[in-house]
């Protein structure tokens, strides 16, 4: 089991911008693909940024240019900055970790708890 646990989440205007971070203590955390996740209102769960243990980055297309993932595989967490944010980018942010396929979201097995972002207009 690999706990996670996000953080970062919160309120703000359209245009704006939102830092979220996810932490864990699992030792093997270099080994996981890790990725942000999120699940609007109504909606199922839906990639929305994933890195590989070398860095590699894949980005949903709704969020291409606006959102940056990163990870420190010493610190073991990775963060998901977010800006330009829009009304419809409104859902609770997951972090997920996993080693299955890394670019789709059932390759992801860990989840957090969720944090939620809301964007008003």
């Known amino acids: 089991q690999v706990n996670l646990v996000e953080s970062g989440g919160g309120s703000v205007q359209a245009g704006g911008s939102l830092t979220l971070s996810c932490t864990t203590s699992?030792?093997?955390?270099?080994?996981?693909?890790m990725g942000w996740f999120r699940q609007a209102p109504g909606k199922k769960r839906e990639l929305v940024a994933v890195?590989?243990?070398?860095?590699?980055?894949y980005y949903s297309t709704p969020v291409e240019g606006r959102f940056t993932i990163s990870r420190d595989n010493f610190r073991k967490m990775i963060t998901l900055q977010m800006n330009s944010l829009k009304p419809e980018d409104t859902a609770v942010y997951y972090c997920?970790?996993?080693?299955?396929?890394?670019?789709?979201?059932?390759?992801?097995?860990?989840w957090g708890q969720g944090t939620q972002v809301t964007v008003s207009s």
């Open positions: 890195i590989n243990g070398n860095g590699m980055t």
């Open positions: 997920g970790a996993g080693t299955g396929v890394w670019v789709s979201i059932d390759g992801y097995f860990f």
């Open positions: 699992e030792p093997a955390f270099s080994d996981y693909y």
